[in-house]
């Protein structure tokens, strides 16, 4: 970030960044003001939201969401954890990496699919352990890099003063590593919660009976088509997933770098 | 004893920090060699039984499956490089040029819609593009067409801004990440020995941001090319591509063929990562996330 260009001479570039960002937000507004719209045109109207109470099926598929959301996201940061860990003490790093990554690699049909041969072949009924297995496996290389990235900011020479003050490997982790990526590891759980609410491809080919609300928005828009209703709990999955995303930020703030000295003297002589 | 102990431990202890490893290889790499074995199998009636056949791969090519999975690959490869020369400028320039402080945040912008559901997106460009849609009305008050455009939704293009607006968001990380890793002194050097910035650009920044390149390439081109919901969205009716015909393949229960789309689309996939990962060192593609043990 060395060579900034003042902004006289850089505005082309902000302006390509500002109309791609344009781009990928306009689709948000539709689902928003659509689902808001009453019958006069200048009307706004809440109905829509309190009409989703009443479909049985949305409240089904809510209920199914918010349980495999929180089983995602307390499985995926643990192994992500894990992963981290086992990229820094076990052999082979490179590959552990890969293999973790792998999900990344295939595309979401292919991944729903053969998670459902081996379902099949496993004699496993469609379930909530199904779609948390294939959600897991997707978010799982999101909450890996979260936690390497958290772990890689950790100064080493911390741990080190563990083992030299005569600490196990496990205590100086427990007690010193883990206080210092714990922002990491709950960053990793939103990602994952994120991921989870807003899965739709693989979960659809693996969830049998179980709808979960973007998987119901999925085949009520390909059976039925489009509806008030449906733009009022589109709506809620856009905000829900901002919030969500918000309270992740929320979590990996980026620490104030403390004040350098040239800085501060500078300051004071000014 | 004490021997026993110890070594228990450290079996308990590798065995606990291999478990993502295990989990990763049980319910995605076996699964997907299973894909591979089963698409050699036989359909009867509406179960499929193990066999060595090679009917749905006859079936592939005989059909117009060939075709879709032919312009599949184009359309993919075209929505990708279309991608990459969006997001390559942008990432370099929020690399390199801009502060710090506004990276991270046009970075947190781009993040938030590449989270939000796809579906939902995608279903939203219908009623900006279709007929009576926004665009279509605004470009007529304005005057500017006195028909509605037939070809903003239901078309090539309208394909094309579904996969380029799921994807591309996802390609400027790894962009950033490997731009942002490039040694300043390389840059200073380059200009130092008198090349002009251009040069500079073209000779040390793209190559050494290669292996971000090719993570960005194959990450936007897993989507584009596997991507079954897009078509379906934004093609219409009949619009085909190698993504829903796997899922259209499920729908009628022919499990065997769904497994074959599904394997060829798999090797691909399996061969560009494994490229990457012989080509390019992942430090590089991770900046200075990763600090490899000596």
Known sequence: ????????????????????????????????????????????????????????????????????????????????????????????????????????FIPGVSMGLACAFLFRLLDMPPSLLTITIVQVLWALPFATLIILTVMATVDPIYLEAAYLSGASRW????????????????????????????????????????????????????????????????????????????????????????????EITQASEA | MQGARRSWRRFMRAGLLSLPVVFVVAFLFLPLCLTIVISFWERVGMKFRPALSLASYATIIEGARLQVLERSLIIAVEATALSLLLAYPIAYFLARKAGAHATRIVLVLFTIPFLINYIVRNVAWTSLLGRNGTINNFLKALGLIDAPLDWLLYSDFAVFVGLISSYMPFMIFPLVLSIGAIDKQYLEASALLGAKPWTTFLRIVIPLSLPGIFAALIFGFVGCFGESAVPIIMGGVGYELVGNTITSSMDVLNYPLAAALSSIVVIIMLVLMLS???????RAFLGKILEWRG
């Open chain 1, 1 to 104: 970030m060395a060579e900034r260009v003042p902004l006289y001479r850089s505005w082309p570039m902000w302006l390509i960044i500002g109309a791609t960002l344009a781009f990928l937000y306009m689709p948000l507004v539709p689902a928003l003001l659509l689902s808001v719209r009453g019958e006069g045109a200048e009307e706004i109207t809440w109905r829509w939201f309190y009409e989703l109470w009443h479909i049985s099926l949305v409240v089904k598929a809510l209920r199914t969401t918010a349980m495999i959301a929180l089983l995602v996201g307390l499985i995926a940061p643990l192994l992500g954890l894990l992963a981290a860990l086992s990229i820094r003490e076990l052999r082979l790093p490179r590959l552990i990496l890969l293999i973790m990554l792998l999900p990344l």
């Open chain 1, 171 to 262: 205590r100086a982790f427990r007690d010193i590593e883990l206080p210092l990526i714990a922002p990491g590891v709950f960053g990793a759980a939103s990602f994952s919660v994120i991921i989870s609410v807003n899965e739709t491809v693989r979960t659809s080919v693996v969830q049998g009976p179980w709808n979960t609300i973007p998987t119901y928005i999925w085949s009520t828009y390909k059976q039925v088509g489009l509806s008030p209703a449906l733009y009022a709990l589109m709506t809620l999955v856009i905000l829900s997933t901002v919030a969500l995303a918000g309270f992740y930020l929320l979590l990996n703030r980026p620490k104030q770098q403390p004040r350098k000295i040239a």
């Open chain 2, 276 to 282: 990457w990962y012989f080509i390019f060192d992942m």
